[in-house]
């Protein structure tokens, strides 16, 4: 069984100190941030969507500087605690360890290295390799033949492309687009567009 994580909040218990890093910067463009707004609103999002929400706009360089706020803050590897550390080392000894987050990869290698849990993790999938972040399930992505593994897929809230040449179209129509074959040009077309 392969498992994925969510990182910000959930593999690394850092979202006091996302509230902090937004807190500051957002004060600082003169437009404050209470604890309950941050969790009500923005927890959760992308940067460029947290920036827009409550700046207007989603500033490179903001973000770059919030990026550099938290990696100061975290980079002791103390948000991943013993427990967590323990569980990661568990779940790769039995199969794949992902991590799928709307987070930067750069603050994600971060925290996994100060953490010393780099090589129980197998892939890590970041806001850098999607072109929709959460909760755009873009960054799910499953491949299927039957109508079983389809189910399986769609109850863990995967977008499914199915194969059809097992069941046939009929039988895979729950899945988000139906393919006859795996090829480079697909791929191409579901990860680069």
């Known amino acids: 069984m392969a498992v994925a994580f969510d990182f ?4 690394s218990d850092d979202e006091p100190v996302l509230l902090r890093v937004y807190q500051e910067l957002f004060a600082e463009q003169g437009r404050p941030l209470t604890r309950v707004q941050y969790y009500e609103h923005l927890a959760g999002h992308t940067d460029e969507e947290m920036f827009t929400r409550w700046l207007g706009q989603a500033d490179p360089a903001l973000i770059a500087e919030r990026v550099d706020r938290y990696i100061a803050l975290v980079s002791d590897g103390s948000t991943v605690d013993e427990d967590a550390r323990a569980a990661v080392r568990f ?3 039995r199969g794949p360890v992902a991590i799928v987050s709307a987070a930067l990869r750069r603050e994600i290698d971060a925290v996994v290295d100060a953490a010393g849990i780099r090589d129980a993790i ?7 390799d999607v072109a929709n972040g959460k909760p755009d399930p873009e960054c799910y992505l499953v491949f299927e033949d039957t109508d079983v ?3 399986a897929a769609k109850a863990a809230g995967a977008r499914v492309v199915g194969l059809t040449r097992t069941h046939g179209a009929a039988r ?6 139906l393919v006859e074959r ?3 040009p697909l791929l191409e077309r579901l990860l680069c567009s």
């Open 8 to 11: 910000n909040g959930t593999l």
């Open 149 to 151: 593994g389809l189910a």
């Open 172 to 177: 895979m129509a729950a899945a988000d687009e």
């Open 122 to 128: 197998a892939l890590i999938i970041s806001q850098d």
């Open 91 to 93: 779940a790769a000894s």
């Open 182 to 184: 795996i090829d480079v």
